[in-house]
């Protein structure tokens, strides 16, 4: 179902911070609302598996390029896999540093867990990347 009569005020963006309260995405549904710390892993873990330049429905600015690490030297990869984790999610005015990167090297996979510091505190991410 659709939600109708226009963008409750709580929705609003505000120019000094990104929005914290939002529709919570499940794997089948959306499900309540989350906010604060919640809401932005959920927007974190939307950006780092949004393919860059892929949809046109989002800017140019939204998301991260990882299609063309595909193929590379595993240094390569890390290195810029951690440049463009960094890059993509500092653009977050609610995300004040990106930090502590661990990789990991399994066959063609690498796992890269780090900390993200945000105005609500610390999260932990984890995002896997087929090299």
Known sequence: MIPSGGIPPEFT????IDTSKTYQIC???VQGYINDKEALRQAIKKI??????EYPIYSFEYGIELDNLIGN????????LKRR????LMSDNRITD??????????DEITCS???N???GEIQVTKEVTR
Do not use: R
Not at 48 to 53: N, R, W
Not at 73 to 80: K, N, R
Not at 85 to 88: G, N, S, T
């Open 13 to 16: 963006m505000n120019d000094d």
């Open 27 to 29: 794997p089948d549904k």
């Open 48 to 53: 780092l598996s949004t393919e860059q330049y």
């Open 73 to 80: 030297d595993p240094a390569y990869v890390q290195i810029e």
């Open 85 to 88: 984790i960094k890059e993509c």
């Open 98 to 107: 990106v930090y502590n990167f661990d990789f990991i090297l399994s066959g």
């Open 114 to 116: 780090f900390i993200v």
């Open 118 to 120: 945000s105005i609500f």
